[in-house]
């Protein structure tokens, strides 16, 4: 069965930092790569960041690279997100998946965790 919870999200002011979280079912997580998508209100879903299983290469969108940070820990089926200098055009649900590159490998959606970032 196909688990994902995302957690971490909330309101922050420009510049601050979050760190997300999603947890996954074994089954999900164990041998795949894993990221995270974010959907705006009003626009398509978008790649933000994945990560290979053994968590040494990860990979970014260019609007994240240098302020984001993708890990993962293989022992609690967990990955990551950190977010450092945050700004407003990165409100928005954030939602972690197995992935293919970087396009989602699933075709299932957790809830997500919403992140508003104030100006």
């Given amino acids: ?36 998508f974010r959907q705006a209100p009003g626009k398509e879903r978008e790649f933000v960041a994945g990560i290979k299983w053994g968590g ?28 450092n200098s945050l700004k407003p055009e990165d409100t928005a649900n954030y939602y972690c998946t197995r992935v293919a590159g970087t396009l989602p490998a699933l075709d299932y959606w957790g809830q997500g965790t919403q992140v508003t970032v104030s100006s």
Avoid: H, P
Avoid at 2 to 7: A, G, I, K, N
């Fill in 1 to 36: 069965q196909v688990q994902l919870v995302e957690s971490g999200g909330g309101l922050v002011q420009a510049g601050g930092s979050l760190r997300l979280s999603c947890a996954a079912s074994g089954r999900t997580f164990s041998g795949y790569a894993m990221g995270w």
């Fill in 56 to 83: 040494v290469s990860s990979y970014y969108a260019d609007s994240v690279k240098g302020r984001f940070t993708i890990s993962r820990d293989n022992a609690k089926n967990t990955v990551y997100l950190q977010m």
